[in-house]
């Protein structure tokens, strides 16, 4: 079982950076693929960015390539997302999640995370 909590959101002006913080209970954190997804009003939930146990996979929705960088610290139980370029577009609830380790699905796909954390909001302004 992991619990995830996430920290960091806000308001920001587009074109400014913000960065956003999953915490993670559990001694296992370091054996999980772990997500980052958000969600938009009245759209449907998305990946955003992933990474593997030890940070050396990464994986980025083409949508914010060159723009977040996703990070983890396995000795703290935390992943990072930096996001940079902030568009209003880029406004929604961001969730962490951590991937089930005998999951096929796509690093992407939401159906492959077992653990979600509560969400923040980030809202950025034109």
């Known amino acids: 079982q992991v619990q995830l909590v996430e920290f960091g959101g806000g308001l920001v002006q587009a074109g400014g950076s913000l960065n956003v913080s999953c915490a993670a209970s559990?001694?296992?954190?370091?054996?999980?693929?772990m997500g980052w997804f958000r969600q938009a009003p009245g759209k449907e939930r998305e990946f955003v960015a992933g990474i593997g146990w030890s940070g050396s996979i990464k994986n980025y929705a083409d949508s914010v390539k060159g723009r977040f960088t996703i990070s983890r610290d396995n000795a703290k139980n935390t992943v990072y997302l930096q996001m940079n370029s902030l568009k209003p577009e880029d406004t929604a609830v961001y969730y962490c999640?951590?991937?089930?380790?005998?999951?096929?699905?796509?690093?992407?796909?939401?159906?492959?995370?077992?653990?979600w954390g509560q969400g923040t909001q980030v809202t950025v302004s034109s």
């Open positions: 559990g001694r296992t954190f370091r054996s999980y693929y």
């Open positions: 999640a951590a991937r089930d380790p005998y999951t096929t699905q796509a690093m992407d796909d939401m159906a492959g995370y077992l653990y």
